[in-house]
């Protein structure tokens, strides 16, 4: 059971580049969602997802797209880099949304270290 | 922003010491989780502590939580150079209508063998 999975772990990107980051989970989650950690600022949320065509925005969403045609995956995407990006991300799942209310824990991958020159 | 705010925002003691974390958040909640990160790592949940409870224990950790205060503290006891790691309080708050988990800045723990 590998839970949640994140590509690729190091990235570094020009500005104006575009790229993907994957995230795929096993554990049937409906609720998918992408943070980005930097320092001093904690996790904050980019966008989330309660289920397989229904996205929406977080704190933090400018500059990032995201979509969700399958339960098991939830790619972020930077369509034009810029350095202000340079962070690490993560993804992270949970049963429902409403599960997430109650109090259900999130599943975290490793991360993704991006670098925006 | 709705986010938590922890402190100290680092924190060094000696092995064998408690270590405690505090935590404030600025609108009312349905529950507040801690987590656990370690270097390099991504977040692993802890506890959960529930708006209408006011003190939880697993293990060696110890969560209290009073909502008047809009506050919540994590003790960990008898520490040891494993517990190096960071941590963060997440919240979700009532009422919001959206699905989203709400993190904290976090408190850097060192514990010195």
């Known amino acids: 059971n590998a839970g949640v999975t994140q590509t690729p772990k190091f990235q570094v990107l020009k500005t104006g580049q575009s790229m993907t980051l994957q995230c795929a989970q096993d554990m049937n989650h409906e609720y998918m969602s992408w943070y980005r950690q930097d320092p001093g600022m904690g996790l904050r949320l980019i966008h989330y997802?309660?289920?397989?065509?229904?996205?929406d925005q977080g704190e933090v969403p400018n500059g990032y797209n995201v979509s969700r045609s399958t339960t098991e995956d939830f790619p972020l995407r930077l369509l034009s880099a810029a350095p202000s990006q340079t962070s690490v991300y993560f993804c992270?799942?949970?049963?429902?949304?409403?599960?997430?209310?109650?109090?259900?824990?999130?599943?975290f991958g490793s991360g993704t270290q991006l670098s925006v020159l | 922003s709705q986010q938590g705010e922890e402190d100290p925002q680092a924190l060094s003691i000696q092995e064998g010491e408690n270590a405690t974390m505090n935590c404030s958040y600025k609108?009312?909640?349905?529950?507040l989780q801690w987590y656990r990160q370690n270097s390099g790592r991504g977040l692993v949940h802890l506890i959960l502590?529930?708006?209408?409870?006011r003190e939880k224990h697993s293990g060696r950790l110890r969560v209290t939580l009073d909502t008047s205060k809009k506050s919540s503290s994590l003790l960990i006891t008898a520490s040891r150079a494993a517990d190096t790691a960071s941590y963060f309080c997440a919240t979700v708050h009532s009422g919001a209508g959206s699905y989203q988990l709400t993190f904290g800045k976090g408190t850097k723990l060192s514990v010195i063998p």
């Open positions: 997802s309660v289920g397989a065509g229904i996205t």
């Open positions: 609108t009312s909640i349905n529950n």
């Open positions: 502590i529930r708006s209408n409870e």
């Open positions: 992270a799942s949970t049963l429902t949304g409403a599960s997430l209310m109650r109090g259900e824990k999130l599943f």
